[in-house]
């Protein structure tokens, strides 16, 4: 069984089936696209697979244990870390506690915390912003972490947003449309950071993205959902070249970017 296994999952919102029969195996340590028109279903994916919505028929399992019923939270501490299409920060809070924050929930200490000597809780203190300072590194915004996000440009605020969700050491990262809203140097320095991400820390990657020169360069497999439902999955050379893809998608979008 795959690292993440999702089968024959359809989901209905009252009426609308937003997904339909929607199959995936990610293996660890695989970079995975999720390509289509907009409101095709790929952000209600996410949201089923990391427990917003509960699929109405279908199965989910990560590391051979079923995720189906659990909370959003429970499938987070399980190892799958995301992002949101539109982010979601705390406007006023700094760059480090972000990261920091997110990690509380992987320290052991929690709410028996208050019963601990101090001194181990304020070497585990240091350990965690250690950690958190190396994450920011990786992501190349250390040098802004004492500045809140509110304050950051829009490419920065999306990085600040991949570290929290890599704080919780997730071994698949899902990032939604994380092209959106860049200047075209965001554009190449974000592709970078990903590159970085997956090959030094060794995760998997799944990536919804509308931009598809990104998709190409970065996924080795790639799905085009439309409708809610999976019309290709291949390589990026076998998605280039399917005439369903192209008629349904590329043609309009391809040629933009
Ligand atoms: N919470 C919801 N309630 C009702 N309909 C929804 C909800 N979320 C998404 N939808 C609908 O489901 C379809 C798929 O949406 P979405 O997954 O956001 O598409 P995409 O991310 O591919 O743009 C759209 O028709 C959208 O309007
Ligand atoms: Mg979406």
């Keep these: 069984m795959a690292l993440l296994q999702v089968d024959n999952m359809t989901h209905y919102f009252g009426g609308l089936r937003a997904v339909h029969d929607f199959n995936l195996a990610i293996e ?6 999720l390509i289509g028109p907009n409101g095709a279903g790929k952000t209600t994916i996410f949201n089923l697979i990391t427990g917003i919505y509960t699929p109405t028929t279908g199965t989910i399992a990560f590391n051979g244990t079923s995720l189906l019923r659990r909370r959003p939270n429970q499938i987070a501490a399980l190892g799958i870390g995301r992002t949101f299409q539109d982010l979601r920060l705390w406007r006023h809070m700094n760059v480090l506690e972000h990261v920091k924050l997110a990690r509380y929930s992987k320290l052991t200490y929690g ?3 208050a019963f601990l000597d101090s ?28 500045q809140l996000v509110v ?16 704080a919780i050491e997730p071994q698949v990262l899902f990032l939604d449309e994380p092209t959106v809203g860049m200047t075209p ?14 090959r ?3 995760l998997a990657i799944f ?8 998709v190409m360069e970065l996924c080795e497999q790639i799905q085009c959902l439309v409708f809610g439902e999976v019309i290709a999955d291949g390589t990026p050379d076998q998605i280039q ?17």
């Design 28 to 33: 660890a340590g695989q970079i995975r696209g």
């Design 111 to 113: 709410l028996w915390g």
């Design 119 to 146: 001194p181990r809780r304020s070497r585990e203190e240091a350990e965690s912003e250690a950690k958190a300072m190396e994450l920011l590194q990786l992501l190349g915004i250390d040098h802004l972490a004492d």
């Design 151 to 166: 304050s950051l440009p829009y490419g920065a605020q999306r990085r600040v947003e991949m570290a929290r969700a890599l």
């Design 185 to 198: 140097e965001e554009l190449e320095q974000i592709m970078e950071v990903i590159r970085t991400i997956h």
């Design 200 to 202: 030094k820390l060794g």
């Design 207 to 214: 990536l919804i993205e509308h931009r598809l020169k990104f």
């Design 241 to 257: 070249n399917n005439p369903q893809v192209i008629e349904a998608y590329l043609g309009k979008d391809m040629v933009e970017t």
